[in-house]
Antibody
């Protein structure tokens, strides 16, 4: 069965950095694009970033472009999110999600999600 | 940016009743729309993709319809486990993906 386990969250000061990881199992990781989606406390869902199945292309939401970097290591079945220049408004539960479509150039929908890792940006 | 609006914000119903949730897009998204269910403390779960296709393992009481700017998620007869928040999501404006603000279905 598909499993996605996020880690790396924590408390960080404004302007700081953090790297999140998402360990994947139960499917052919190298065949699917992957998303990061976040949810601020008590709020709705916000798409953060997507990476193509082979890691050759990355796409970002407007609020994080230039500060966050999505990457993947298909040999380790792991997805990453490097977050720099963090702001209080980046405080959220960060989910990784597997894309529905196999070997596609673009992102579609998240058909399996992890349980999330909490990032708190505060001084 | 394509903005999704969901209505109502809250829907109060009893088990066994029919639920009709609406998602409206600020411009056409064709059929590039999905619905998710999220229960407290849990991750979202994909229910419907491409406007009307049930995801794997989703019960038949969930159905989606619509195209262009107006979409509907219908739960034909509410089960106790269906009380949750429901989000719509579009990918028509790729490489941007946006979610609606959600509709909470709670017990009347």
């Amino acid at each position: 069965q598909v499993q996605l386990v996020e880690s790396g969250g924590g408390v960080v000061q404004p302007g700081g950095s953090l790297r999140l990881s998402c360990a994947a199992s139960g499917f052919t990781f190298s065949s699917y694009g992957m998303h990061w989606v976040r949810q601020a406390p008590g709020k709705g869902l916000e798409w953060v970033a997507f990476i193509r199945y082979d890691g050759s292309n990355e796409y970002y939401g407007d609020s994080v472009r230039g500060r966050f970097t999505i990457s993947r290591d298909n040999s380790k079945n792991t997805l990453y999110l490097q977050m720099n220049s963090l702001r209080p408004e980046d405080t959220a539960l960060y989910y990784c999600a597997k894309d529905l479509q196999k070997e596609f150039n673009s992102g579609w929908y998240g058909d399996f999600w992890g349980q999330g890792t909490l990032v708190t940006v505060s001084s | 940016e394509i903005v999704l609006t969901q209505s109502p914000a809250t829907l109060s119903l009893s088990p066994g009743e029919r639920a009709t949730l609406s998602c409206r897009a600020s411009q056409s998204v064709s059929s590039y729309l999905a619905w998710y269910q999220q229960k407290p403390g849990q991750a979202p779960r994909l229910l419907i993709h491409a406007a009307s296709n049930r995801a794997t393992g989703i019960p038949a009481r969930f159905s989606g319809s619509g195209s262009g700017t107006d979409f509907t998620l219908t739960i034909s007869s509410l089960e106790p486990e269906d009380f949750a928040v429901y989000y719509c999501q579009q990918r028509s404006s790729w490489p941007q993906i946006t979610f609606g603000p959600g509709t909470k279905v709670d017990i009347k």
